[in-house]
């Protein structure tokens, strides 16, 4: 008697608890609100890549182009000012942007379901109150999400995408190798900040392809230029710094689990996220004058930085548990620092 199927039967239900839900579709939905909930993230993910697809369209466009060399040489008059914020008109959203935000979602989607697999026995250990470990949410549901991920993101830009598709194999093949520790696992485990360096270039790698869609969508397909690489770094540094951020902790917070204050040292590991934020605001600051936003834009980003040397000093001065607030203060910055500019973007070019 072939005992192979009930064998398989026995393993899988050594998976399973008596809480283990017994639908897919509730294990994902509960993977979902813990670590992905995607009615935060779809609206997120949707205005942060419009702002930018936007944002590069607009510099793009003739419009712009023409007002911006008269601004320049003539000074800024109200009439030449009207014909620069008439650029928002020349907009468009064609299949590419579409592609663009599709894969924006699903890159973020698929890069949790990656971090959770990798360290999937680890974080059963170190957080046992999660829906994984109480076996609420199974591996292979995780596996599953991970590869619909893939397989729409694949479909998708080879329907929608085909303009920037060699850019969008560059970024997945670098999404896999990360998923694989660069086939170097033991290594990067036992060294962080290596880890930090070859797996942080990642985002910036997602969001120089969603700037490329940015730049094919419309007639024509622009090259990719200085403004462009100062928005990669606009969108992209602020989730290094946020990397950084949580993984700081005083000496009294310090446990087994490996951070980079206890790595590279706390006044370090606390500097890094602080200029990093300090030199998006700077570059946002630069973008705002190229797109002539007003006066009220450059306050607010005065007031976002002032906000960041706060907090950071404060912790660099008095390393306490109750100083270390840098997580919830990067998540504030990024998000101020991005609704500052599309607020205005919208506003002044009169897209709604």
């Given at each position: 008697?072939?005992?192979?199927?009930?064998?398989?039967?026995?393993?899988?239900?050594?998976l399973?608890?008596?809480?283990?839900?017994?639908?897919?579709l509730?294990?994902?939905?509960?993977?979902?609100?813990?670590?992905?909930?995607?009615?935060?993230?779809?609206?997120?993910?949707?205005?942060?890549?419009?702002?930018?697809?936007?944002?590069?369209?607009?510099?793009?466009?003739?419009?712009?182009?023409?007002a911006q060399?008269?601004?320049?040489?003539?000074?800024?008059?109200?009439?030449?000012?009207?014909?620069?914020?008439?650029?928002?008109?020349?907009?468009?959203i064609?299949?590419?942007?579409?592609?663009?935000?599709?894969?924006?979602?699903?890159?973020?989607?698929?890069?949790?379901?990656?971090?959770?697999?990798?360290?999937?026995?680890?974080?059963?250990?170190?957080?046992?109150?999660?829906?994984?470990?109480?076996?609420?949410?199974?591996k292979?549901?995780?596996?599953?999400?991970?590869?619909?991920?893939f397989?729409?993101?694949?479909?998708?830009?080879?329907?929608?995408?085909?303009?920037?598709?060699?850019?969008?194999?560059?970024?997945?093949?670098?999404?896999?190798?990360t998923?694989?520790?660069?086939?170097a696992e033991?290594?990067?485990r036992?060294?962080?900040?290596?880890?930090?360096?070859?797996?942080?270039?990642?985002?910036?790698v997602i969001?120089?392809?969603?700037?490329?869609?940015?730049?094919?969508?419309?007639?024509?397909?622009?090259?990719f230029?200085?403004?462009h690489?100062?928005?990669?770094?606009?969108?992209?540094?602020?989730i290094?710094?946020?990397?950084?951020?949580?993984?700081?902790?005083?000496?009294?917070?310090e446990?087994e689990?490996?951070?980079?204050?206890?790595?590279?040292g706390?006044?370090?590991?606390?500097i890094?996220?602080?200029?990093?934020f300090?030199?998006?605001?700077?570059?946002?600051?630069?973008?705002?004058?190229?797109?002539?936003?007003?006066?009220?834009?450059?306050?607010?980003?005065?007031?976002?930085?002032?906000?960041?040397?706060?907090?950071?000093?404060?912790?660099?001065?008095?390393?306490?548990?109750?100083?270390?607030?840098?997580?919830?203060?990067?998540?504030?910055?990024?998000?101020?620092?991005?609704?500052?500019?599309?607020?205005?973007?919208l506003?002044?070019?009169?897209?709604?």
């Amino acid at each position: 008697m072939d005992f192979t199927f009930f064998k398989f039967l026995y393993f899988m239900n050594q998976l399973r608890s008596a809480e283990t839900p017994k639908y897919f579709l509730q294990r994902a939905w509960i993977y979902s609100k813990e670590m992905f909930p995607v009615f935060v993230y779809i609206p997120y993910v949707v205005a942060l890549y419009f702002c930018m697809n936007i944002v590069i369209q607009i510099l793009n466009t003739s419009n712009f182009q023409l007002a911006q060399s008269a601004c320049w040489g003539e000074g800024s008059t109200d009439e030449m000012l009207n014909t620069l914020y008439a650029a928002g008109s020349q907009v468009v959203i064609d299949s590419t942007a579409i592609a663009g935000v599709v894969t924006a979602f699903f890159m973020m989607l698929m890069m949790r379901t990656f971090d959770d697999l990798k360290d999937f026995e680890l974080d059963a250990q170190l957080f046992p109150h999660r829906s994984t470990a109480r076996k609420l949410v199974l591996k292979r549901d995780i596996q599953a999400i991970s590869l619909t991920s893939f397989i729409t993101l694949v479909t998708v830009n080879l329907i929608w995408g085909q303009q920037t598709l060699s850019v969008f194999v560059l970024m997945m093949t670098y999404a896999l190798l990360t998923f694989k520790w660069f086939f170097a696992e033991k290594f990067h485990r036992e060294h962080i900040f290596f880890t930090m360096l070859d797996h942080q270039p990642l985002p910036y790698v997602i969001n120089f392809f969603l700037i490329h869609t940015a730049l094919a969508s419309g007639a024509q397909y622009e090259s990719f230029q200085t403004i462009h690489f100062i928005l990669l770094l606009i969108v992209s540094m602020p989730i290094t710094a946020w990397e950084v951020s949580r993984k700081i902790r005083s000496a009294d917070m310090e446990t087994e689990y490996e951070t980079f204050s206890m790595v590279i040292g706390r006044k370090p590991a606390t500097i890094i996220p602080m200029l990093f934020f300090l030199v998006v605001g700077g570059l946002n600051m630069h973008v705002g004058s190229i797109l002539h936003f007003s006066q009220w834009y450059f306050i607010i980003d005065l007031l976002i930085m002032a906000l960041v040397l706060f907090f950071y000093l404060r912790f660099l001065i008095k390393p306490l548990k109750e100083n270390n607030v840098l997580t919830s203060v990067s998540l504030f910055v990024t998000t101020t620092f991005f609704l500052n500019l599309l607020i205005n973007t919208l506003v002044h070019y009169a897209i709604f």
